[in-house]
Nanobody, 118 residues
Framework: HVQLVESGGGLVQSGGSLRLSCAGS????????MEWYRQIPGKQRELVAS???????RYAESLKGRFIISGRVVQKTIYLQMNSLQSEDTAVYYC????????????WGQGTQVTVSS
């Protein structure tokens, strides 16, 4: 079965950096895109960044310039470099695989906690 495994979360001081990784497995299908979402306590899950199989990226407007998505969707591996972290970035970060552009479900990882201490 399909699995997405995130790693790299943890505790970091305000102003610091973290790099998250996501590795997918369990299918030979080439996904349309892989994405990072996050869920801040008490808020809805929100899109952080996406990377399509042809290399196009998209970011949440408020995170542009601080977060960078990279990797290769064809290899089912993506990363999220997070810089200048602030306490409001504290959240559970999830990896998501979008099978096709209009995919309303897709696959989710179990999430990795990122905690930024002020």
């Amino acid at each position: 079965h399909v699995q997405l495994v995130e790693s790299g979360g943890g505790l970091v001081q305000s102003g610091g950096s973290l790099r998250l990784s996501c590795a997918g497995s369990g299918t030979s299908s080439i996904w349309y895109a892989m994405e990072w979402y996050r869920q801040i306590p008490g808020k809805q899950r929100e899109l952080v960044a996406s990377l399509t199989r042809d290399g196009r990226t998209r970011y949440a407007e408020s995170l542009k310039g601080r977060f960078i998505i990279s990797g290769r969707v064809v290899q089912k591996t993506i990363y999220l470099q997070m810089n200048s972290l602030q306490s409001e970035d504290t959240a559970v970060y999830y990896c998501h695989a979008r099978r096709i552009l209009s995919d309303s479900d897709g696959y989710w990882g179990q999430g990795t906690q990122v905690t930024v201490s002020s």
